[in-house]
């Protein structure tokens, strides 16, 4: 359903918010990415979000809530890092990961003993909150594996069908999921890089962790914190090959290698930026030349990623290199989602 911004719309979350507390699922837009929501105090929701996504339910969902006092009982207790947290951040782009309550759950949150709260900016989201009543347990509205939605079509296209109602509200604005903090402990730890940086949380907070997995691939020794982290994840069809190396290199490995497989007859793509667009030529070989967006303005990449991710399946493509971003404060969410995509495949030049 198109989301008009008039007066009208209310009888639209009225009824979306209805569908959730009698058990239906909504996809809904957050500033992050889509969302899938359901009733995050009913197991039998969870239950519903885990089938529709095809998600394995020992992957758990966050919580969101529109108001500060809807997190006491969700939780055992608050920090004093997360008053902090929470005071800075929401509403926004961050979740928080706190001990769970009695009233959560095991179904929402995988089996654990703690549970993911975010309070999400979007106008649409806080009013389909409200409307339904209880807190809304929300995955990326994807189909699992597959890379996050931005866009109401990008929900059609892969739930169509398995969820009672779609709300739209436009391309989602960052792109990227939010930053998932765990306070459970003494020092807080980034689970997953999103639009708040590391460097905006030590400004805040003094030291941080990162979960190593961030960076590296987790195996059976090094376990990601966020069990969703372990999964290959944001993945397109095609195989993404990440080039890494000074630009020049890049550039030139690239243009070989990629008109290499083109003249082998397979459906090759090259993903870049704004900068080093112009250096793709490759005359008469069909390659799709694919950019991410500007590297003056990381936000822009972040905002395309999951959108030309998207893309490259409905050129089918089969192959696809591309350059790497810095790994600066919005560049580590980028990387961390890119390495995913390319199922670690990282080439150095
Ligand atoms: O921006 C977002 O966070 C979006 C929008 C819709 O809010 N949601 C989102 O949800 O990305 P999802 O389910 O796609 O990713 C949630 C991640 C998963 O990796 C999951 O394992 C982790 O959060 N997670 C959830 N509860 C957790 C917990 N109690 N402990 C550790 N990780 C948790
Ligand atoms: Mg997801």
């Given at each position: 359903m198109r989301l008009s911004g008039e007066p009208s719309d209310m009888a639209i979350f009225e009824q979306a918010g209805a569908i959730i507390r009698q058990g239906g699922l909504v996809a809904f837009p957050t500033e992050t990415v889509y969302g899938l929501g359901g009733n995050g105090l009913n197991a039998a929701s969870s239950g519903k979000i885990y089938a529709a996504k095809g998600r394995p339910s020992d992957n758990p969902l966050i919580l969101h809530i529109a108001e500060r006092r809807e997190l006491t009982p969700l939780v055992e207790n608050v920090p004093e890092l997360?008053?902090?947290?929470?005071?800075?951040?929401?509403?926004?782009?961050?979740?928080?990961?706190?001990?769970?309550?009695?009233l959560v759950p095991k179904e929402t949150t995988g089996g654990l003993d703690t549970v993911a709260v975010r309070m999400p900016s979007h106008p649409a989201a806080r009013k389909l909150i409200l409307a339904a009543g209880v807190p809304i347990a929300a995955p990326s509205a994807n189909l699992s594996g597959r890379p996050s939605t931005t866009t109401a079509a990008h929900v059609w296209e892969d739930l169509a069908g398995r969820i009672e109602m779609i709300l739209d509200g436009g391309p989602s604005d960052i792109g990227l999921e939010s930053t998932i903090i765990d306070v459970t402990g003494p020092q807080p730890m980034i689970l997953r890089p999103g639009y708040i940086g590391l460097e905006h949380l030590q400004a805040l907070l003094g030291e941080v962790a990162v979960d190593p997995t961030v960076f590296v691939k987790p195996d059976a020794s090094l376990r990601p914190k966020a069990p969703g982290m372990k999964y290959r994840h944001y993945a397109p069809k095609s195989d993404v090959i990440l080039v890494e190396g000074r630009t020049e290199q890049v550039t030139d490995y690239i243009l070989r290698e990629a008109a290499a497989a083109a003249q082998a007859g397979k459906r090759v793509g090259v993903l870049c930026c704004d900068e080093s667009l112009g250096a793709y030529d490759f005359g008469e070989a069909p390659v799709r030349v694919l950019s991410?967006?500007?590297?003056?303005?990381?936000?822009?990449?972040?905002?395309?990623?999951?959108?030309?991710?998207?893309?490259?399946?409905?050129?089918?493509?089969?192959?696809?290199?591309?350059?790497?971003?810095?790994?600066?404060?919005?560049?580590?969410?980028?990387?961390?989602?890119?390495?995913?995509?390319a199922g670690y495949h990282i080439v150095k030049v």
């Amino acid at each position: 359903m198109r989301l008009s911004g008039e007066p009208s719309d209310m009888a639209i979350f009225e009824q979306a918010g209805a569908i959730i507390r009698q058990g239906g699922l909504v996809a809904f837009p957050t500033e992050t990415v889509y969302g899938l929501g359901g009733n995050g105090l009913n197991a039998a929701s969870s239950g519903k979000i885990y089938a529709a996504k095809g998600r394995p339910s020992d992957n758990p969902l966050i919580l969101h809530i529109a108001e500060r006092r809807e997190l006491t009982p969700l939780v055992e207790n608050v920090p004093e890092l997360a008053e902090k947290l929470m005071d800075a951040f929401w509403p926004g782009p961050m979740t928080l990961i706190f001990r769970r309550s009695a009233l959560v759950p095991k179904e929402t949150t995988g089996g654990l003993d703690t549970v993911a709260v975010r309070m999400p900016s979007h106008p649409a989201a806080r009013k389909l909150i409200l409307a339904a009543g209880v807190p809304i347990a929300a995955p990326s509205a994807n189909l699992s594996g597959r890379p996050s939605t931005t866009t109401a079509a990008h929900v059609w296209e892969d739930l169509a069908g398995r969820i009672e109602m779609i709300l739209d509200g436009g391309p989602s604005d960052i792109g990227l999921e939010s930053t998932i903090i765990d306070v459970t402990g003494p020092q807080p730890m980034i689970l997953r890089p999103g639009y708040i940086g590391l460097e905006h949380l030590q400004a805040l907070l003094g030291e941080v962790a990162v979960d190593p997995t961030v960076f590296v691939k987790p195996d059976a020794s090094l376990r990601p914190k966020a069990p969703g982290m372990k999964y290959r994840h944001y993945a397109p069809k095609s195989d993404v090959i990440l080039v890494e190396g000074r630009t020049e290199q890049v550039t030139d490995y690239i243009l070989r290698e990629a008109a290499a497989a083109a003249q082998a007859g397979k459906r090759v793509g090259v993903l870049c930026c704004d900068e080093s667009l112009g250096a793709y030529d490759f005359g008469e070989a069909p390659v799709r030349v694919l950019s991410l967006g500007t590297r003056s303005r990381e936000e822009s990449i972040a905002h395309n990623l999951f959108d030309t991710l998207r893309e490259l399946d409905t050129e089918g493509l089969e192959l696809v290199y591309s350059e790497v971003f810095a790994e600066g404060e919005l560049g580590m969410a980028i990387m961390n989602r890119l390495r995913k995509a390319a199922g670690y495949h990282i080439v150095k030049v």
